[in-house]
């Protein structure tokens, strides 16, 4: 499989057209498209991108050497939503969820113990409401 195929395999793994997995990376639907065929080969700095973008192994992209994917634990994940959510600081819901959490981390660990039988008891609620029990 060549670079170009495995770029098509990312895009079609992910669900994107030509047109969105171009958007993602900051080029254009031909450009993906000359990729895919293999009529243009992609920049390190295409291929950068992609990996970045998508969360690609960049040995599987170059060389079609382990996971397509990388494996990336919770906490990994949490600080990447958070990086980004930093980048769109005009929309209300990441104010209020940014106002929540520094004033969650303001209180005292009594308090947060408090706040965390909170949210873990709704959480029970609305799996026992999506989970009836079978009876």
């Given at each position: 499989?060549?670079?170009?195929?495995?770029?098509?395999?990312?895009?079609?793994?992910?669900?994107?057209?030509?047109?969105?997995?171009?958007?993602?990376?900051?080029?254009?639907?031909?450009?993906?498209?000359?990729?895919?065929?293999?009529?243009?080969?992609?920049?390190?700095?295409?291929?950068?991108?992609?990996?970045?973008?998508?969360?690609?192994?960049?040995?599987?992209?170059?060389?079609?050497?382990?996971?397509?994917?990388?494996?990336?634990?919770?906490?990994?994940?949490?600080?990447?939503?958070?990086?980004?959510?930093?980048?769109?600081?005009?929309?209300?819901?990441?104010?209020?969820?940014?106002?929540?959490?520094?004033?969650?981390?303001?209180?005292?660990?009594?308090?947060?113990?408090?706040?965390?039988?909170?949210?873990?008891?709704?959480?029970?609620?609305?799996?026992?409401?999506k989970n009836p029990p079978d009876g």
């Amino acid at each position: 499989m060549s670079v170009g195929e495995r770029i098509k395999a990312i895009r079609k793994a992910c669900g994107k057209t030509q047109q969105a997995f171009g958007d993602a990376v900051g080029l254009k639907r031909n450009t993906i498209a000359t990729y895919e065929i293999g009529q243009v080969q992609p920049s390190d700095r295409t291929i950068a991108d992609i990996c970045r973008e998508f969360r690609v192994s960049e040995l599987w992209l170059r060389e079609g050497e382990g996971d397509m994917f990388l494996q990336i634990d919770e906490n990994q994940e949490l600080v990447e939503v958070l990086t980004k959510v930093e980048f769109e600081r005009d929309s209300p819901l990441v104010d209020l969820l940014t106002s929540a959490l520094k004033a969650y981390y303001k209180l005292d660990d009594s308090a947060k113990a408090v706040v965390n039988q909170m949210i873990d008891s709704t959480l029970q609620e609305i799996s026992a409401k999506k989970n009836p029990p079978d009876g």
